[in-house]
């Protein structure tokens, strides 16, 4: 029994900073940015939205597109690294959204849960609701990537930031594509990028030496909560390679075949931080399982880097980036980083691309190579289902791309800042973050949350 992806919805920040903008600002040659790496825009959060908005919106929209009845969905999972609470996962405020939009207990049965590991709990939530749909056929599940990819202000990642969800139904006989269930896996526990829990001492603060309780704390520290992750960039691209070339190659032992992997995908569908960085870092992977062998093991270490530079820079190389990497980085050119919803926006761009082009890929198979830092990859392909054009036919990628609201550069500063109070659009068929508890001691920090029509 074939079980994969029957729909897919979206929900995407709908401001974006132009990249230019955000060169020129910071005194970076635009060129490197747009040309180098990819990136023409970076979408970020109004002052309304947070990840369980974007989640929320992207999951209405999956329920409304495809008049999904909610006792039929039998499990909610949700792939994040933008938790806003260390115990209630944002499906749980999901669960809660749902219901205050389609009707009270109407999900009560439903079963609910976040998974996290940096960028790749999406596709962690998607193949355990693959293997639940196997062992229980006629039941529905849902997968919800949503997070926001925020890095210090001036920082190297800063040009990386976006902020959106995709949603995911998974079926049995799904109409859009199906996994086989092999599954190349590599990991390392590493610190490439991580978001640890930062103290200051409260003397800072206060300057008083007795740690005086301040404003209730009564711990001599006090534990900051920060969206920006530390991370080395360098770092975390060479651990980014080694874990997709282990993951590739165990996948190859798997499948059992010695034929070059990559030649039977028709697209290949990466984990984007940016969007080159799939074409920037699959040099090694197209050299290692050529079918004539481009490296032969013998160099030393400025050897190999200089040879894959070569192969990265020729036109074989150029042509296969174009044929099978190019149609998944249009949207990530446009949006920048979702984490986890990277790879599955990858996959939407892909499909609109082909969509639009009119090109049939009805059984092509397409290799998907996710990551998450941390960190693990995994590597696992799928076949593209006979109705998959009528399944996204109104989905309108690129279209809703294109609406993106234009912001300056000091606007941005300022939502960056948290300074922005008010939105700067005004919401519209939507749900908005209302407010926040302050006063009330047993609620303190809820999250509370209305739809806009
Ligand atoms: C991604 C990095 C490291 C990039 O770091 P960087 O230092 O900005 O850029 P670079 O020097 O690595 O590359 C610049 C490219 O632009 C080119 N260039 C230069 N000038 C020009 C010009 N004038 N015209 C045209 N091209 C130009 C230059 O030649 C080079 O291309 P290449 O060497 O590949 O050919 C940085 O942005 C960063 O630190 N980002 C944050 C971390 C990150 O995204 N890491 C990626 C791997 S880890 C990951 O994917 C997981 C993650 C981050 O999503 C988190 C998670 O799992 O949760």
Same mark, same amino acid.
């Given at each position: 029994?074939?079980?994969? #992806?029957?729909?897919?919805?979206?929900?995407?920040?709908?401001?974006?900073?132009?990249?230019?903008?955000?060169?020129? $600002?910071?005194?970076?040659?635009? !060129? +490197?940015?747009?040309?180098?790496?990819?990136?023409?825009?970076?979408?970020?959060?109004?002052?309304?939205?947070?990840?369980?908005?974007?989640?929320?919106?992207?999951?209405?929209?999956? *329920?409304?597109?495809?008049?999904?009845?909610?006792?039929?969905?039998?499990?909610?999972?949700? /792939?994040?690294? &933008?938790? *806003?609470?260390?115990?209630?996962?944002?499906?749980?405020?999901?669960?809660?959204?749902?219901?205050? =939009?389609?009707?009270?207990?109407?999900?009560?049965?439903?079963?609910?849960?976040?998974?996290?590991?940096?960028?790749? /709990?999406?596709?962690?939530?998607?193949?355990?609701?693959?293997?639940?749909?196997?062992?229980?056929?006629?039941?529905?599940?849902?997968?919800?990537?949503?997070?926001?990819?925020?890095?210090?202000?001036?920082?190297?990642?800063?040009?990386?930031? /976006?902020?959106?969800?995709?949603?995911?139904?998974?079926?049995?006989?799904?109409?859009?594509?199906?996994?086989?269930?092999?599954?190349?896996?590599?990991?390392?526990?590493?610190?490439?990028?991580?978001?640890?829990?930062?103290?200051?001492?409260?003397?800072?603060?206060?300057?008083?030496?007795?740690? !005086?309780? %301040?404003?209730?704390?009564?711990?001599? !520290? #006090?534990? *900051?909560?920060?969206?920006?992750?530390?991370?080395?960039?360098?770092?975390?691209?060479?651990?980014?390679?080694?874990?997709?070339?282990?993951?590739?190659? &165990?996948?190859? +032992?798997?499948?059992?075949?010695?034929?070059?992997?990559?030649?039977? %995908?028709? @697209?290949?569908?990466?984990?984007?931080?940016?969007?080159?960085?799939?074409?920037?870092?699959? &040099?090694?992977?197209?050299?290692?399982?050529? @079918?004539?062998?481009?490296?032969? /093991?013998?160099?030393?270490?400025?050897?190999?880097?200089?040879?894959? =530079?070569?192969?990265?820079?020729?036109?074989?190389?150029?042509?296969?980036? @174009?044929?099978?990497?190019?149609?998944?980085?249009?949207? @990530?050119?446009?949006?920048?980083?979702?984490?986890?919803?990277?790879?599955?926006?990858?996959?939407?761009?892909?499909? $609109?691309?082909?969509?639009?082009?009119?090109?049939?890929?009805?059984?092509?198979?397409?290799?998907?190579?996710?990551?998450?830092?941390? &960190?693990?990859?995994?590597?696992?392909?799928?076949?593209?289902?006979?109705?998959?054009?009528? $399944? *996204? $036919?109104?989905?309108?990628?690129?279209?809703?791309?294109?609406?993106?609201?234009?912001?300056?550069?000091?606007?941005?500063?300022?939502?960056?800042?948290?300074?922005?109070?008010?939105?700067?659009?005004?919401? +519209?068929?939507?749900?908005?973050?209302?407010?926040?508890?302050?006063?009330?001691?047993?609620?303190?920090?809820?999250?509370?949350?209305? %739809?806009?029509?």
């Amino acid at each position: 029994m074939k079980t994969g #992806i029957d729909a897919i919805a979206f929900d995407v920040a709908k401001l974006h900073l132009p990249i230019k903008t955000l060169a020129l $600002a910071r005194n970076i040659e635009p !060129e +490197k940015l747009e040309k180098g790496l990819g990136l023409l825009k970076m979408t970020l959060p109004d002052a309304h939205q947070d990840t369980v908005v974007f989640g929320a919106n992207a999951l209405t929209k999956l *329920i409304q597109d495809n008049n999904l009845k909610l006792d039929e969905v039998a499990r909610i999972y949700v /792939g994040t690294e &933008s938790a *806003i609470d260390s115990s209630k996962p944002i499906s749980s405020f999901l669960i809660a959204l749902m219901e205050q =939009k389609f009707g009270e207990n109407s999900l009560s049965e439903c079963d609910v849960v976040d998974f996290t590991f940096a960028c790749i /709990g999406g596709v962690d939530a998607m193949q355990n609701c693959l293997d639940f749909v196997q062992l229980n056929p006629t039941k529905k599940a849902i997968v919800v990537t949503t997070d926001f990819a925020k890095y210090d202000l001036n920082s190297t990642g800063e040009y990386t930031q /976006g902020a959106g969800a995709v949603a995911m139904l998974i079926t049995s006989n799904p109409k859009i594509v199906t996994f086989e269930n092999h599954w190349g896996v590599s990991t390392k526990g590493v610190f490439d990028f991580f978001k640890p829990y930062r103290t200051i001492s409260k003397q800072e603060i206060t300057g008083n030496t007795n740690n !005086e309780s %301040w404003f209730d704390n009564l711990e001599s !520290e #006090i534990e *900051i909560h920060k969206d920006q992750p530390v991370f080395d960039g360098q770092y975390s691209n060479q651990c980014y390679m080694d874990r997709t070339r282990e993951a590739y190659f &165990s996948f190859k +032992k798997i499948k059992n075949t010695q034929e070059t992997v990559y030649s039977t %995908w028709t @697209s290949i569908v990466m984990h984007l931080p940016y969007a080159f960085q799939g074409r920037r870092m699959l &040099s090694e992977i197209y050299a290692l399982d050529a @079918s004539t062998p481009v490296l032969n /093991g013998e160099e030393n270490a400025s050897e190999y880097q200089n040879k894959l =530079k070569e192969i990265s820079k020729s036109d074989n190389y150029k042509t296969f980036v @174009s044929e099978k990497l190019q149609p998944a980085e249009l949207a @990530s050119s446009l949006i920048g980083n979702l984490y986890t919803g990277s790879i599955f926006m990858g996959l939407l761009s892909t499909l $609109a691309h082909f969509y639009d082009t009119k090109k049939e890929i009805a059984s092509e198979k397409f290799g998907f190579l996710a990551y998450g830092s941390g &960190s693990k990859s995994k590597v696992f392909e799928g076949t593209i289902q006979p109705e998959w054009k009528s $399944a *996204i $036919a109104n989905v309108s990628l690129f279209e809703t791309l294109e609406k993106s609201f234009e912001i300056d550069f000091e606007t941005y500063e300022k939502l960056h800042k948290k300074e922005q109070k008010q939105s700067i659009q005004e919401p +519209k068929n939507e749900w908005v973050l209302d407010r926040i508890e302050t006063e009330i001691p047993n609620l303190i920090g809820a999250r509370y949350y209305n %739809w806009i029509d």
